[in-house]
């Protein structure tokens, strides 16, 4: 290679240069165009989030205006530790409620699009109104769902379902008439993943199990469920974040100034946010909001590990 | 064992006819093929024998009895599909397994079962593994395993070679050939390939646009096409087809096609009409490339196939034929104009309004 004729090497430096600059430039370009984008996400998502990790470390005073005392993570303990703050409460509230709304909400989706999933006349119309609540918005649905439950002139009374105290200020009911509203706009969602993902099966891996013998039962258990695994498992990570996040549908039924302490609705972001507007107390908020999402985080990396092996990838 | 009889079988889609008013019996054991171009209505017709689609009208029956109205798992028939429909979850094992599961055989019964058709077929190596980690032959003999292992009534075959290559294609042919002849059982195998079929079919039913063409042994097939259709599409090339009229001034019989004239035998039902349009049938083996010969063509292609080499040439008005000849045979020029012997023998003339053959007379 040395040896190699001198002139040709020029040209072959040359050559090799070219490229990479030309790669250098493309380069540049890619970063300038992801950059308002990387500024957007800096300013409104990067920023806040590792702000309310400082802000976690500083207790905020009792009157305004007066400086923050850095207490390091001592305030952290006692928010989550003891009872002060609702934390424990708010806690065992968020996992009985996602418990509720998550499971039910997955079974009568994939039940609703094996339903739908036939070539049927008219078929498009039940698939639409199966999944018209996804693009309903969460406050027109509370207040549809407020309206059905209300004690005088609700639907949910009128049918005989009208206990005393009412529906949403009932220490029994009322985490579960939010949670089957959270059920009802989830389901939207979680129909239109479990149809996505029944149309991509091929159709003749169930014709093999009719022709073998399986019954619908059998079918369904064996074949489309253990086929349909990875959208179920899809759509339970993606319900749980949404049940964790619930807050807007519980705000507006049950507003925080009615709120007795003995309604078991005070979910954890539900509590972060009015710790934050009701006692400005920025610092126990920031504690509350890190432990929602290390408990997302932490739900849904144990679901990954426990549930994705059972999870049939491939062909 | 059972024979499967069609009874006027139609099947609509609206108004496209897949198949129509289709009335065939395949006989007890034998391997019957489906052939026909894409589209012409070959797997709906094996999809109705499966019971996989509702027949608009017309009867199925499968042994001695009617089974239009019988669920599929009731037929007692077991299907191969293209993709092979393996249940991508389950082992191999698991796979053969399924239907045997179905029936409430007892355990111990079917793992003998399986381990039985898995050594048959060479599967024993990969009974744990799942379909994902097979090759394409090894599923597809997955494929047969989970239709032989309950010994069906009928066998139903749709197209279950084509994903393969053309080395293993050839193998599977001749290994499912001797696994039908050995189990007996009667087989319903679809394709479009009509080598496919030509190899392995006990008979041939050619279907067109949903319509039966013939049903004949394969040798039949190819030497006494009952029409146009059948005789272009069988064959590899097919049968050369040359429009002309006839002519029976000089006494005999000769057909005037473009660049020439054919001489044909009479011993076939001629038309009333001494100047009929007829279409003029020859393998390429009928054909020779002849300075005494009495049509007059123009060389196109010469393809060296290695054992024989196919010279296509265009007749004056564009007709295409197709002159099989030896290796050893010199070989035409390309854009050479030549004459081109037609052997007589090798003649079959059809009536070119109907497309039909015209029939030898006693």
Redesign the interface.
Same mark, same amino acid.
């Given at each position: 290679m040395t040896t190699t004729g001198v002139a040709a090497a020029p040209s072959r430096r040359r050559a090799s240069a070219g490229p990479r600059r030309r790669r250098r430039r493309e380069a540049a370009l890619g970063y300038l165009l992801v950059l308002p984008a990387v500024a957007a996400f800096a300013i409104f998502v990067f920023y806040p989030f590792f702000n309310n990790f400082r802000l976690a470390l500083y207790q905020t005073p009792p009157v305004p205006g007066l400086p923050s005392r850095y207490v390091g993570l001592h305030q952290a303990g006692h928010v989550l530790f003891s009872n002060a703050y609702g934390f424990p409460g708010s806690l065992l509230t968020t996992i009985v409620f996602v418990v509720l709304v998550v499971p039910v909400s997955l079974l009568i989706g994939l039940g609703l699009a094996v339903a739908a999933h036939r070539r049927l006349r008219g078929i498009g119309v039940y698939r639409m109104i199966f999944s018209s609540t996804v693009v309903s918005s969460v406050a027109v649905a509370a207040l549809v769902f407020g309206t059905l439950m209300n004690p005088v002139v609700g639907f949910l009374p009128w049918l005989g379902i009208n206990p005393t105290p009412p529906l949403l200020q009932n220490p029994t009911w009322a985490l579960p008439a939010v949670a089957v509203m959270t059920i009802w706009q989830f389901l939207g969602l979680s129909f239109i993943i479990m149809s996505a993902g029944l149309q991509s099966l091929p159709d003749e891996i169930l014709e093999a199990a009719r022709i073998d013998g399986a019954s619908a039962w059998t079918r369904f258990w064996r074949i489309t469920v253990p086929m349909l695994s990875p959208t179920i498992f899809f759509a339970l990570v993606v319900g749980t974040i949404y049940a964790f996040q619930s807050f807007g549908q519980i705000d507006i039924l049950i507003p925080f100034r009615n709120l007795p302490a003995n309604l078991h609705v005070n979910v954890l972001i539900y509590n972060v946010v009015n710790t934050l507007t009701q006692e400005n107390n920025t610092g126990v908020a920031a504690v509350m909001s890190i432990a929602l999402f290390v408990l997302t985080l932490l739900v849904t990396l144990l679901q990954m590990r426990f549930l994705e092996s059972r999870v049939h990838y491939g062909r | 064992m059972a024979q499967v009889i069609f009874d006027g079988v139609t099947k609509r889609y609206g108004d496209v006819v897949a198949v129509d008013d289709l009335s065939l019996s395949i006989v007890d054991g034998e391997l019957l093929v489906l052939l026909g171009p894409s589209g012409c209505g070959k797997t709906t017709a094996l999809r109705i024998v499966?019971?996989?689609e509702e027949l608009s009208a017309g009867t199925i029956s499968i042994g001695d009895a009617v089974v239009n109205d019988i669920?599929?798992?009731d037929?007692d028939?077991?299907?191969v599909?293209q993709?092979y429909?393996?249940? /991508?979850?389950l082992t191999v094992a698991r796979n053969i397994d399924?239907?045997l599961r179905? %029936?409430g055989i007892e355990r111990d019964e079917r793992a003998r079962m399986v381990n039985e058709v898995a050594t048959m077929l060479g599967l024993d190596p990969y009974l744990e593994r799942? /379909?994902?980690q097979l090759s394409g032959g090894q599923r597809q003999r997955v494929a047969l395993a %989970?239709a032989i292992v309950r010994s069906p009534q009928v066998f139903l075959m749709d197209e279950p070679l084509s994903n393969l290559d053309a080395a293993l294609r050839v193998q599977t042919r001749a290994d499912i050939v001797s696994l039908q002849d050995r189990l007996g059982t009667t087989t319903l195998y679809v394709t479009h390939d009509q080598v496919e079929a030509m190899t392995m079919g006990d008979r041939i039913a050619v279907l067109n646009h949903g319509v039966l063409q013939q049903v004949a042994p394969p040798q039949e097939l190819y030497a006494l096409p009952a029409n146009v259709f059948v005789a272009g599409f069988l064959g590899s090339p097919g049968m050369n087809l040359v429009p002309g009229r006839l002519d029976r001034s000089a006494g005999g019989a000769t057909v005037a096609v473009s660049g020439g004239t054919v001489e044909v035998h009479t011993r076939v039902h001629l038309p009333a009409d001494p100047d009929a349009a007829v279409t003029v049938g020859v393998r390429p083996e009928g054909l020779f490339v002849d300075p005494h010969g009495a049509v007059g063509a123009t060389v196109t292609i010469v393809e060296m196939l290695g054992a024989e080499a196919h010279v296509i040439c265009t007749l004056a008005d564009g007709t295409r034929l197709v002159v099989r000849q030896e290796s050893t045979v010199p070989r035409p020029a390309i854009g050479e104009a030549i004459k081109i012997r037609i052997d007589p023998d090798a003649v079959t003339l059809f009536d070119t309004a109907g497309g039909k053959r015209l029939e030898e007379r006693e």
């Open positions: - | 499966a019971g996989l669920d599929p798992k037929r028939v077991a299907m599909f993709s429909a393996l249940y /991508p979850h399924f239907p179905q %029936r799942k /379909p994902a %989970r």
